[in-house]
C-alpha cells in the first residue's frame, strides 16, 4: 500500500511560490489569543493545547492530518506499507531545510526519533509507540539520506495516525541545534513555516516567518498541503480571562480570537468587524468518575448519576446551544458515530433512586473537581450537582486552577470531576484515551480487560463494517460500566478581524496561522 504527494500543475504552483521563502510574505504581524502560556517549546514533552498549537507552526513530521481526519505525507513524499503491514517506508522530500538553513536528511528522522523513545525525554506518546497499547517500533533504519524505515512487531492500523497525533507533537522531526551540547531542551529548530522568535512567560510567544520554509504544494489541509507563511510574524498573546478576549478582538488588539465562548457567539455574529467560522469538533467534554474510589467503586451510585442528568438540557446551556449532546466517546463527525453512538438516554430520577437505596447510599458526599479555566467545566460542575440533588445525591463542587485540575487527573486522584480531552481523529484513539490498566497509567478512566482487548483488536484492522462492530460492542460496554459521562464533542467556533483573510476554523480546532494574511491597504 503506498500514500502519495501526487504534485497537480497548482500545487507545483505553489511549490515555486514556497521557494521563494517569505519574501511575499506582508511585513505586519498577526496576533492570536491564547488562553494560558505554552508549558514548554517541546514537541509532545510537557505539554498541552496551548503548547501544541504553537510549537506545531514549528516542527513538522513525516506524517499530517488532513481536515477530515485522514493522515497524508508532510515531509515525507511517499509511504509504503508491507504486505505484513509491520515496515513503513517513508521518502523524504526533496530539498527539505531546517530554519537555520540546514539539510534535512534521514539522520535527523533517526536522531529526533531516539531521543522520543528515551525515557527521560518523557514524550507523551512513549507508551503508545513503545509498548502495547498502540504500537511498538522494533527498530528504526536510515539506509540512505532520503529514506527511513520503521519496523513494528505487529501490524497497526494506527501507527500512521498515531505519528500525526497533535499531542504527539506530531512526532515533529527536529534538528540537534534544538539541544545544547549536555542534550537539554533549548528550542525547537524545525521545517514548519515559522521560527520562534521571541517567548516571554506569561505575555507572548512570537514567531516568525521561516525564510528556509519549503512548501509541499497542494490544498492546505489540516497540517498538510501548501503551509507558506503570508505574515512576517505572528504572536499567540496570553489572555486568560475570555471578557478581556473579546474586547480585544472587538478593540483590534488581537486579530484572531481561535475559540469562541459559546455565550458570545451572537453578538460577535453581529458585529461587522469581524468574522465568524465554525466547524463541528472531534475532542470531548465529559464527566469522570474515578471507579477505585470508595465510593463511586460500585456502578449503580454511579448509574444513577446519569439517570439523574438530563444530558440535552447540560449540553444545550454549555454550548449555548452550538453543539447536540453525545453520550459517547466517538466524536460526532466521526464516519464511525452510527445510531448506537448517537442514542442518548433520558432522564429518570425515579430508577436513580431505586439504585441508590441498592446501593446503600446514604447521602455520603461526593467531591467533584472543576475548573473556572474552561468556564464550561465549571458550569457543568454546577449543573450536575443541582441535577443530582433531586435524586438525593450530595456533591461537593471543588473548584482548582487548571495545572492542579490537570495534574489530579494525570495521578487518577479525584473522585469525579469535569475534564475536556483534545481531538483524536480515529475511534481506537479515542478509546484508547480514557481506557487502559489504571495500575499502569492512572489517568485512564475506564479499565475493563474485555474492552481494552477489543480496542487494540480495533487498531489491527482496516475493514469499516468489522471496526465499527468493535466500536459499536464497545459502546454498550462502557455504557454498562459507566466510568465516565460523555456530554459532547463541540463545535469549534472562530473569529478574526474582517481585514483578515485565509483563516480557517477546523474539527481539530488549534489556530493555523500558515496562508493568513491582512487584505490589501489594511
Known amino acids: 500500500m503506498k500514500y502519495c504527494n501526487l504534485l497537480t500543475m497548482t500545487a507545483m504552483t505553489a511549490v515555486l511560490a514556497g521557494m521563494a521563502g517569505t519574501a511575499l510574505a506582508q511585513d505586519k504581524m498577526m496576533r ?21 498549537a504553537v510549537v506545531l507552526h514549528i516542527v513538522e ?52 526519533w531516539q531521543r522520543y523513545i528515551d525515557p527521560k525525554t518523557a514524550w507523551r506518546c512513549l507508551k503508545d509507540m513503545t509498548g502495547s ?24 492500523a494506527l501507527f500512521l495516525a498515531t505519528l500525526a497525533r497533535t499531542d504527539c507533537g506530531g512526532t515533529g522531526v527536529y534538528h540537534k541545534s534544538s539541544l545544547d551540547a549536555e542534550g537539554k531542551w533549548v528550542k525547537p529548530i524545525g521545517t514548519g513555516p515559522f521560527t520562534l522568535q521571541e517567548w516571554r512567560n506569561g505575555q507572548y510567544v512570537q514567531l516568525a516567518a521561516n525564510p528556509n520554509y519549503v512548501s509541499p504544494g497542494g490544498e492546505l489541509t489540516g497540517y498538510v498541503g501548501d503551509k507558506t507563511p503570508k505574515v512576517k510574524a505572528v504572536r499567540f498573546m496570553v489572555i486568560p480571562d475570555d471578557a478581556a478576549a473579546k474586547a480585544a478582538i472587538f478593540s483590534g488588539d488581537i486579530d484572531v480570537l481561535a475559540d ?28 469522570l468518575f474515578q471507579t477505585r474510589d470508595p465510593l463511586l467503586r460500585d456502578a449503580r451510585i454511579r448509574k444513577a448519576l446519569l439517570l439523574s442528568l438530563d444530558i440535552p438540557q447540560i449540553t444545550e446551556a454549555l454550548t449555548n446551544g452550538q453543539s447536540p449532546a453525545s453520550l459517547s466517546v466517538i466524536p460526532g463527525p ?53 441535577m443530582a440533588q433531586e435524586a ?3 456533591i461537593e463542587v471543588e473548584t482548582l486552577d487548571w495545572a492542579t485540575l490537570l495534574d489530579r487527573y494525570t495521578s487518577g486522584n479525584y473522585s469525579a470531576m469535569s475534564f475536556t480531552y483534545s481531538a483524536r481523529l480515529d475511534p481506537s484513539l479515542s478509546y484508547d484515551m480514557v481506557s487502559g490498566n489504571k495500575d499502569k497509567s492512572p489517568n485512564k478512566v475506564w479499565d475493563n480487560p474485555e474492552g481494552l482487548k477489543l480496542i487494540a483488536e480495533s487498531t489491527t484492522l482496516s475493514d469499516k463494517a468489522k471496526r465499527q462492530a468493535i466500536f459499536d460492542k464497545l459502546e454498550g460496554m462502557i455504557r454498562s460500566d459507566v466510568p465516565m ?38
Do not use: C, H
Open 260 to 287: 469562541v465562548n459559546n455565550a458570545d457567539i451572537e453578538e460577535l455574529t453581529e458585529s461587522k468587524q469581524l468574522k465568524v467560522e465554525k466547524a463541528a469538533a472531534m475532542g470531548l467534554t465529559a464527566l
Open 32 to 52: 492570536v489569543r491564547i488562553n494560558a502560556d505554552i508549558r514548554s517549546t517541546d514537541p509532545g514533552v510537557n505539554r498541552d493545547a496551548n503548547s501544541d
Open 133 to 156: 497499547s498502540v504500537a511498538n517500533v522494533t527498530n528504526v533504519a536510515a539506509p540512505d539520506a532520503s529514506t527511513v524505515v520503521f519496523s513494528l512487531e505487529k501490524p497497526t
Open 392 to 394: 438525593g445525591i450530595n
Open 61 to 112: 513530521g513525516l506524517v499530517g492530518y488532513r481536515d477530515d481526519a485522514s493522515v497524508a505525507p508532510l515531509l515525507a513524499k511517499s509511504v509504503d506499507v508491507s504486505a505484513d503491514g509491520k515496515t513503513y517506508t517513508f521518502k523524504l522530500r526533496d530539498g527539505l531545510k531546517f530554519s537555520n538553513g540546514e539539510q534535512l536528511t534521514s539522520a535527523d528522522v533517526l536522531s529526533s
Open 334 to 386: 466521526s464516519p464511525y458515530s452510527g445510531a448506537t453512538q448517537k442514542e442518548v438516554p433520558g432522564r429518570n430520577i425515579k430508577e436513580a433512586k431505586k439504585l441508590l437505596a441498592e446501593a446503600g447510599y446514604n447521602g455520603q458526599p461526593i467531591k467533584w473537581l472543576a475548573t473556572k479555566y474552561y468556564p464550561s467545566l465549571f458550569d457543568s460542575a454546577v449543573l450536575v450537582q443541582a
Open 485 to 522: 459521562i460523555p456530554l459532547y464533542s463541540g463545535t469549534r467556533i472562530g473569529a478574526v478581524r474582517s481585514a483578515v483573510e485565509g483563516y480557517k476554523t477546523w474539527p481539530v480546532g488549534y489556530a493555523r496561522m500558515w496562508g493568513v494574511s491582512f487584505a490589501p491597504g489594511k
